[in-house]
Structures are given as C-alpha cells and as structure tokens.
C-alpha cells in the first residue's frame, strides 16, 4: 500500500501558473509508473501527464506544450508545472501509481484505473 497526497491546487486567472505535487509515502515499485488526471462533476476521469520508470513522459493533446510531469524520487514527489492555464483546465487533480504502468485514457478506453490514487487537489482558472 502507497499513499499519495497532492497539495499545490488553488485559483488563478487564466495565462497563469501553478505548481502540483504529490508525495508518496515512499518511493516503491508501487511508484514504478506515477500520472496526473483530473475530472469534473459529470465526465469520466481524465488522463493529463505520465511518467514511468526511466523518466519518458506523455501527454493528453489537450495539455501538451503547456504542462510538464516530472519527479524528485529523493522527495518521494511527483510534480506537474502547470502554464498557461485555461478555463477549461478547471477541475479536481489527482495523483495516481501503478506498478505495471499508467494508461492516461484508461476511463476511455474501459480499462482498469490505476491502482493507487491520492484524494485530489482543486484548480480552477477564471478570466
């Protein structure tokens, strides 16, 4: 078992920036593959950023240029920089790790979520 807890959400006008981070209670083979989603009141979760095991990234098209995945495994901590933020970026984030890997599209797709998750921190853009 893994917790992860996020912290780093908040409002902010759109062209703005935030910083996401996630803390793991440790860095395991749990961790192995670590990724952002995040999700509004009546859609499916959505895949943001990944990143596995030796550091490749991937991105939804809708985020890409705009945000950045990365992790410190010395602070147990996954981040996700957060530019240029839009109105439609509003929405719960949420941390996720799988040891077998993270499928961004996996609500989509129909396939099985990843196994753990953090409670979700809140960021939302205004004009």
């Known amino acids: 078992q893994v917790n992860l807890v996020e912290s780093g959400g908040g409002s902010v006008q759109t062209g703005g920036s935030l910083r996401l981070s996630c803390t793991a209670s440790e860095f395991t083979a749990a961790t192995t593959h670590m990724g952002w989603f995040r999700q509004v009141p009546g859609k499916k979760r959505e895949g943001v950023a990944a990143?596995?095991?030796?550091?490749?990234?991937s991105y939804a098209d809708s985020v890409r240029g705009r945000f950045t995945i990365s992790k410190d495994t010395a602070k147990n901590t996954l981040y996700l920089q957060m530019n240029n933020l839009k109105f439609e970026d509003t929405a719960m984030y949420y941390c996720?790790?799988?040891?077998?890997?993270?499928?961004?599209?996996?609500?989509?797709?129909?396939?099985?979520?990843?196994?753990?998750w953090g409670q979700g921190t809140q960021v939302t853009v205004s004009s």
């Open positions: 990143i596995d095991s030796v550091g490749s990234t």
């Open positions: 996720a790790a799988d040891p077998g890997g993270i499928v961004l599209r996996f609500a989509e797709m129909g396939w099985p979520q990843p196994r753990y």
